[in-house]
């Protein structure tokens, strides 16, 4: 069979995260965080700005993942996350300042128990510029899902690779145990936007998203039309995903006010709220 060269290129990737048959001891420890939410929900809010919508303070009793730049959230204290998970570092270098600049402000403005999930590659920034260490997880990614048939959501080795931190998150509240998981704010409707890049999100832009290496990638991304395939490959996960959510005796569940996320059944935002004291 003939493969294009790019097929090749993540044939081969493939076969050599498949080698990587032994977890690292940085990602053992999340063996701590399997089952622990067992029969329970929670909601993972995204940053499309369909969120502006709907009212977060309503979350206060819930347990909640956010996500990147959600500390800018004017209701963050409300919402008060357990848990915060940030896509590995993607920048070269020379802008490792405004991730540093990033990362102090999500210390700075989240609550001093929320628990941190990041990529492997961001371990030295976490432990020389912050004092997250005691509460920072790290997850490494890799596995290409035009690869694959089953999700990979063992957090403890390698993951899928992370398009878009929804993958990532969803990947982490399964591992969790979560019977429900509400997602909202996940417009996913940026390949509509592509002009309206200041849009998008519901904050503008983060320290790691106003800066050239961001808009080149964005902008060489759109051009060359790798932006579609890029959906693709989120949908193919999420689809892994929920599949093995299936599988597993849970549900992944989206309330989010519009956007073009088709992947999950769809639920009313307020009525899934009033529902929080029905056994579930």
Not at 105 to 130: A, C, V, Y
Not at 131 to 148: K, M, Q, T, V
Not at 186 to 197: I, K, S, T
Request: some cysteine; overall charge neutral.
């Amino acid at each position: 069979m003939n493969l294009s060269y790019f097929a090749r290129k993540h044939l081969v990737n493939f076969g050599y995260e498949a080698l990587n048959l032994f977890p690292s001891s940085l990602t053992k420890r999340n063996k701590r965080f399997q089952n622990i939410h067992a029969n329970e929900r929670c909601f993972i809010l995204g940053s499309g700005h369909s969120v502006l919508t709907q009212d977060l303070r309503l979350l206060k009793d819930e347990i909640v993942l956010t996500q990147n730049h959600f500390q800018s959230h004017k209701d963050i204290n409300i919402i008060s996350p357990g848990y915060h998970v940030v896509i590995p570092k993607f920048h070269p270098r020379e802008y490792d300042k405004d991730w540093i600049e990033w990362v102090q402000d999500m210390e700075s403005k989240l609550p001093p128990d929320t628990i941190f999930f990041w990529g492997t590659n961001t371990k030295e920034m976490i432990e020389s510029k912050t004092n997250l260490a005691d509460r920072s997880y790290y997850i490494e990614s890799g596995f290409h899902a035009i690869c694959l048939r089953n999700a990979k959501v063992d957090i403890t080795k390698r993951i899928m690779s992370i398009p878009t931190v929804i993958t990532q998150c969803i990947t982490i509240a399964l591992y969790m145990g979560f019977k429900k998981i509400y997602l909202t704010g996940f417009d996913l409707d940026q390949v509509c936007r592509m002009n309206e890049r200041d849009k998008i999100r519901f904050y503008g832009h983060s320290q790691i998203t106003r800066n050239e290496a961001e808009k080149k990638i964005e902008d060489d991304s759109g051009a060359s039309g790798f932006d579609f395939f890029n959906y693709w490959m989120i949908w193919r996960q999420l689809n892994l995903l929920r599949k093995y959510a299936e599988q597993h005796g849970q549900e992944i569940i989206n309330v989010t006010n519009g956007g073009i996320l088709n992947v999950f059944p769809r639920a009313n935002y307020e009525q899934v709220i009033a529902e929080k004291n029905v056994e579930i």
